[in-house]
């Protein structure tokens, strides 16, 4: 088997994300597009804390968020149903703008709600997709004849 190196025509990443050097030595760099709404899940006061000290310090909005943690915001912050309503727009108006090859560089909150919006999964199992951290997956459009595009997750090495 042999890799096949693309050469993207957009390359759009999170704000914060490790985007650069995705392309071979001596190869042109795209343009990187930052989009802020690829940004993480906002974790508003749970921001660097680890599960325990947020448990330890916000107990009851703790078993709050553990009873619903798709629709439950964290304090300050947002839920994964906030950050689909932000991420799946954003993601298909790159989509739509990108060309024929185009690189999105997220983090695995915003993969994860991608994988679960285009494997048809309800968010509610959005833990259910195992990814790894700098997983790469591969989603392939396809533009339906009304100028909708339809999205496949590929089966990744």
């Known amino acids: 088997m042999t890799a096949e190196i693309i050469s993207w025509g957009a390359l759009g990443a999170a704000p914060h994300s490790q985007a650069g050097g995705c392309e071979p030595p001596g190869r042109r760099t795209p343009h990187i597009r930052v989009n802020a709404q690829l940004r993480e899940i906002d974790a508003g006061l749970w921001e660097w804390l680890t599960s325990e000290e947020a448990r330890a310090r916000y107990p009851e909005e703790y078993e709050a968020r553990e009873q619903d943690v798709t629709g ?14 932000r991420v799946i727009p954003a993601f298909m108006r790159i989509v739509e703008e990108g060309g024929e090859n185009v690189l999105v560089v997220a983090h695995l909150g915003v993969n994860r709600v991608l994988l679960s919006e285009f494997l048809g999964l309800p968010l509610e199992e959005i833990f259910s997709i195992k990814r790894s951290y700098a997983q790469m997956d591969l989603l392939v459009a396809s533009e339906l004849s009304d100028g909708r595009h339809r999205i496949e997750v590929m089966p990744t090495l």
């Open 72 to 85: 439950h915001p964290f304090p300050g912050g947002e839920s994964f149903r906030d950050l689909r309503r």
